[in-house]
């Protein structure tokens, strides 16, 4: 050792070595804490249950699509560029979203080879560029969303069937009617008037009944002839299966995941939970709707007949990540209970909105 030369230069002595191993070990795991956790791979689409997002129904952007209605797309684009590093808040799908991740990693615990999980596409009319901006408050948030489809102004509608999409979430009420058209299950989600604590650990999805899960056949009747002649309808009927909605082949798809949790015995534990919320009556007209429900091999964990009663309250209970219904003063009702909503635009209660929906302006997705 040359003279002056530092304490901590010195050759160790005796022990050093020993002693400075668990600081090593404990250095290991801070910074292994640090590192970000390898994300699954993504399920080959065909394989999955598939829940395409637009980035409006995803994120809040209010200002944005002032400034694209207001001063154009290129204005647009400049703000997204200008501000890409500034996380959007999350929208009304956000908690949606966030369950679908949750139930995923039960399935994964459960079955790690297993592909049958919900995949979330992130499909907007957005510019490319303001992809960034996507990607990074994606990343800010954790979530698990690989897939992309970035159209340039023109509509994704197209693209749904090319990624096997099971349901479609957006903002945009023109798209979704686009989407039913084209016999995809969609429906137009609408933020809640007030926030309300969800679930964190169970995915909740509540269904209206007639032009959702169901054909709107019931629902002509009443317009046209009553609900005297309804009732009458239904008791004739009771044991023919209605004809499908738009929304059957997600329950179905739901379905099918929560037989996986319950073939390993959690049928008590299962992070899946849906309802069935109708305006119909049990007596007079509930038999048939839960009918045909078994005889397509389907069922919701609860049934709740209302009778006409506002829908709002019983959701307020529920608490569901998401209810979906036909008609509009449902949804605005459970909204202003603080329910996401989503409106599904098929059926006969649908025909007068059809002459506006032109008028329309367009939107950046």
Not at 71 to 90: A, T
Request: glycine letters at 6%; one cysteine or more; aromatic letters at 10%.
């Amino acid at each position: 050792m040359e003279p002056g030369e530092p304490r901590e230069a010195r050759e160790p002595g005796p022990g050093a070595e020993t002693a400075a191993a668990p600081r090593w070990e404990e250095a290991k795991t801070f910074y292994d804490n640090l590192a970000p956790k390898k994300k699954p791979k993504s399920p080959k689409p065909q394989n999955a249950v598939t829940i395409a997002v637009s980035s409006r129904a995803l994120f809040r952007m209010d200002e944005e699509q002032r400034i694209y209605t207001e001063q154009g797309v290129e204005e647009y684009v400049r703000y997204q560029l200008e501000h890409e590093n500034e996380p959007f808040s999350p929208g009304p799908a956000f908690p949606f979203v966030k369950a679908l991740e949750a139930v995923n990693r039960r399935l994964r615990e459960l079955y790690p080879d297993s592909e049958d999980v919900f995949d979330i596409v992130l499909m907007t009319n957005n510019h490319a560029q303001v992809g960034v901006r996507l990607i990074n408050s994606i990343n800010h948030y954790d979530l698990f969303i690989e897939r992309f489809c970035m159209t340039g102004g023109n509509s994704p509608i197209c693209y749904l069937k090319a990624y096997h999409t099971n349901l479609y979430l957006s903002a945009d009420a023109e798209k979704v009617r686009e989407a039913i058209d084209e016999g995809i299950a969609a429906a137009t989600i609408f933020s809640p008037s007030r926030d309300v604590v969800v679930s964190q650990s169970q995915l909740r999805v509540a269904f209206d009944g007639d032009a959702v899960l169901f054909s709107d056949e019931s629902e002509r009747i009443v317009k046209a002839h009553g609900l005297d002649r309804f009732f009458e309808h239904e008791k004739a009927h009771e044991n023919k299966p209605l004809a499908q909605g738009p929304l059957k082949g997600f329950l179905e798809a739901l379905g099918r995941l929560q037989k996986k949790f319950y073939s390993k015995g959690l049928r008590l534990e299962c992070p899946i939970r849906t309802y069935l919320v109708t305006a119909r009556s049990a007596a007079s007209s509930g038999a048939r709707a839960l009918k045909t429900l078994r005889s397509w091999g389907l069922e919701t964990d609860e049934a709740l007949f209302l009778a006409g009663a506002p829908k709002g309250p019983l959701l307020e209970k529920i608490r569901p990540h998401i209810f979906f219904d036909d008609q509009m003063f449902h949804v605005a009702g459970a909204q202003e209970m603080g329910t996401v909503a989503a409106h599904v635009p098929y059926g006969v209660a649908q025909t007068p909105r059809r002459a506006a929906a032109a008028k329309q302006v367009p939107s950046a997705q």
